[in-house]
């Protein structure tokens, strides 16, 4: 995926990246959840970004559980459901 990202090797295509991550995803890469997460916060979707998050933080990745920490400051995430994302992620 991410050489589709940065059109190294290759030439630079967001679909392929997409399709990479999604795989990686599924197999249970934390990093690629998180990395879907930002796609999606990009596009504008942040349920969608939430719950690619909480995924990857309860795999571990500390990364998705530092921008669930900022989303819940910022109002985007219940009290609840960050809370439930950290014990997830201990």
Same mark, same amino acid.
Not at 8 to 35: F, M, S, T, W
Not at 50 to 61: D, E, R, S
Not at 78 to 81: L, R, T, V, W
């Given at each position: $995926?991410?050489?589709? *990202? @940065?059109?190294?090797?290759? @030439? +630079?295509?967001?679909?392929? #990246?997409?399709? *990479?991550? #999604?795989? !990686? !995803?599924?197999?249970?890469?934390?990093?690629?959840?998180?990395?879907? =997460?930002? %796609?999606? @916060? @990009?596009?504008?979707?942040? /349920?969608?970004a939430? +719950?690619?998050?909480?995924?990857?933080? !309860?795999? =571990? *990745?500390d990364?998705s559980? /530092? $921008?669930?920490? /900022?989303?819940? %400051? /910022?109002?985007?995430v219940?009290?609840?459901?960050f809370?439930?994302a950290?014990?997830? *992620?201990?």
């Open positions: $995926a991410r050489f589709y *990202h @940065e059109g190294k090797c290759v @030439e +630079k295509d967001g679909k392929k #990246e997409l399709y *990479h991550l #999604e795989q !990686a !995803a599924i197999g249970g890469h934390p990093i690629a959840r998180y990395n879907i =997460g930002i %796609e999606e @916060e @990009e596009n504008g979707r942040m /349920d969608r939430m +719950k690619h998050w909480v995924i990857a933080a !309860a795999l =571990g *990745h990364g559980l /530092d $921008a669930l920490k /900022d989303s819940y %400051e /910022d109002g985007l219940s009290k609840e459901d809370a439930a950290l014990r997830a *992620h201990q």
